[in-house]
Nanobody, 120 residues
Framework: QVQLVESGGGLVQAGGSLRLSCAAS????????MGWYRQSPGKQRELVAV???????NYADSVKGRFTISRDNAKNTVYLQMNSLKPEDTAVYYC??????????????WGQGTQVTVSS
């Protein structure tokens, strides 16, 4: 079994910064893509950023230039540095990772979510 544990959410004023972390633990052979998603009340969950094991990155247009995703493969951890935060960034942020327990078996896992609130 695999667990994803997120941390780093909180309350911040507009223009401020936060850094989210998501650490995977358990039966891990390797991890493919790791990403961050967010969901605000009444809206669908949306992709924020994703990074492959090789380091290829994609961002949602709404966060380009403000957010930076990175990962530490040795620690099975993905990070999201969020700068110049706006009230519309307020949401529950979820980590998702494609975790392989062997060379041929990979499963997607979600973290429990961490609340980010940006006040105006």
């Amino acid at each position: 079994q695999v667990q994803l544990v997120e941390s780093g959410g909180g309350l911040v004023q507009a223009g401020g910064s936060l850094r989210l972390s998501c650490a995977a633990s358990g039966s891990i052979f390797s991890i493919n893509a790791m990403g961050w998603y967010r969901q605000s009340p009444g809206k669908q969950r949306e992709l924020v950023a994703v990074i492959t094991r090789g380091g290829s990155i994609n961002y949602a247009d709404s966060v380009k230039g403000r957010f930076t995703i990175s990962r530490d493969n040795a620690k099975n951890t993905v990070y999201l540095q969020m700068n110049s935060l706006k009230p519309e960034d307020t949401a529950v942020y979820y980590c998702k990772s494609s975790v392989c327990s062997s060379r041929h078996k990979c499963t997607e896992y979600w973290g429990q979510g961490t609340q980010v609130t940006v006040s105006s």
